[in-house]
């Protein structure tokens, strides 16, 4: 499709149609960059023997597969004092915000869009019987599993797309994160409609929202249809995003799906947080072996 070419007028305000055919054309200098190198790339990052590998320590063979990796998005703790390198650091810009309960006590939790496991761990740490974290990038599992050898966690990833929930795959589930998901989505109504089919107790949702003062109070959506630019100066484009909403439009969803009792805990609008529960509540479980999860 041959996009219009709009001027560049005085406010190239967020979401002009030059702004988004620009983002269309960097998208595709950025596949064909990518395309240019795939015919020599692997998708698993192959790992360099390490000489003498039976006379490492444990820590040096964490330390070794960490350092095979090409990107670590967050910061996890491995062992005590040594972190995972990932530029995202969720203890400090996101834990305190996103209302994670402190006490998981003999809850199934499941963790959407996982990436390497830290909320994971953490609602292991507070106490969770059971945590299952899924992701539709088979890298972020591939890390993941790094980081629960090395924690010795029973936190367990799948390779698994939100919209593939169900509870005859994973069972159902006391407490659900999903935490910066949500705009990475084409389908997001349909995604909180699956993430209701699993959910038996409560919800905590974190994603990004716009807020104009002109529709705050009137649920909105703005689609980015080839990506967004972000950062102070628009300095990072990030083309796997697809829809922001304001608040408005996040309580109005929820609702709609049928969880209850909405409640924003942070709204500052970033990090912007809610939590929900489902009308009637009951103890998560294990998927029913007897209901034949493989039809
Ligand atoms: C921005 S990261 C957020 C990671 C983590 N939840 C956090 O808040 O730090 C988004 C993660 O969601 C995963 N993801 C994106 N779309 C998904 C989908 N449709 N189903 C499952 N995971 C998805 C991505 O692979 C990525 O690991």
Redesign the pocket.
Known sequence: MRLPRLKRGSSPAPQTQWEWSELARRKQRMSEDFRAGAGSATLVQPIPPAPNHLELSVADWIRHQVESERYW??KVELFPGYFSPGW?D?AQN?LPYYGLPDDLTGMRVL?????EG??SFEAERRGAREVIG????SD?VRRFNIAKEARQSNATAFL????DLEPKRLGTFDLV?F???FY??KHPQL?LERILSICTGELRF?THVFEEPAVKDVPSARFYPHGMLSGPQGEHFDP?VFWLFNSACCVGMLDHVGFTDLEIVSSNPHPFVMRARVPEPSPGTPPDQTQSPWC
């Open positions: 998005f967050q995202d969720p996101k963790d959407i869009g996982c990436a830290f909320f899924i992701d539709s990038f972020s698994m797309n939100v919209y994160l935490y910066g998901v990475h989505l995604a974190q796997t």
